[in-house]
């Protein structure tokens, strides 16, 4: 219901752009920055929404065995252009790593979720690092679980926000409905991996995703 007004919004908004650009007369300053904030909050609700329905449904995890290095560039390929000036972005996937078992369409919202939060929290430049490897140090598969980290150097947060990261509507930033995190522990919980957090303040954020390997024995 919240996003069905939204759509006339929208599209009202971008044929005042049209129509004044076919005509060959630019938007006055004031018009074009009123139409850009219409059309920017239009997409803030739309995020805003979804992230109370997504919190809202009781998901069910459909795991399968799943090349990770190719969903994680699906992920990270769309961010790429947009941060180009500003951030630095890396994906490093160790060759060779063994298949996981896991719900594609949960974890890549986790996932997701997460990149998004990284990004809030380097409101100007700074480098975000999407690593992939086997096993929780970085050797072999420790415990059949294969590690993926998003590490940013934003401002990052102290203990006492840290402890609280997880927790449904907690947010540092001053928008968005503080459900980022908390969703993506739910996706990855509910695909059998575990999430944590370090971080700290002035230096960045590190999010931990252990996902389990696919044994090849599951039915």
Do not use: W
């Amino acid at each position: 219901d919240i996003k069905n007004p939204l759509t006339p919004i929208q599209l009202s908004a971008e044929h005042a752009q049209r129509v004044n650009i076919d005509r060959g007369r630019p938007l006055s300053p004031v018009l074009d920055e009123c139409v850009a904030a219409i059309l920017s909050q239009v997409k803030l609700l739309r995020q805003i929404s979804s992230e109370f329905s997504n919190f809202a449904s009781s998901p069910t995890a459909r795991p399968e065995p799943t090349l990770l290095g190719a969903l994680l560039e699906e992920v990270v390929e769309p961010y790429r252009t947009g941060l180009a000036t500003r951030v630095a972005l890396t994906l490093d996937v160790q060759p060779g790593l063994p298949t996981v078992f896991i719900d594609k369409t949960l974890f890549g919202r986790a996932l997701t979720n997460v990149i998004e939060n990284a990004l809030h929290a380097m409101p100007g430049a700074g480098a975000l690092a999407v690593r992939a490897f086997d096993g929780r140090a970085g050797g072999s598969a420790e415990g059949g679980r294969v590690t993926v980290e998003v590490a940013d150097t934003g401002i990052g947060m102290d203990a006492d926000a840290l402890a609280r990261i997880f927790e449904p509507y907690f947010s540092t930033k001053a928008t968005g409905t503080g459900l980022g995190l908390t969703i993506a522990r739910r996706n990855v919980e509910l695909i059998g991996g575990i999430i944590s957090v370090r971080s700290e303040r002035g230096t960045g954020t590190t999010v931990t995703m252990e996902l389990p390997v696919d044994t090849g024995t599951r039915a």
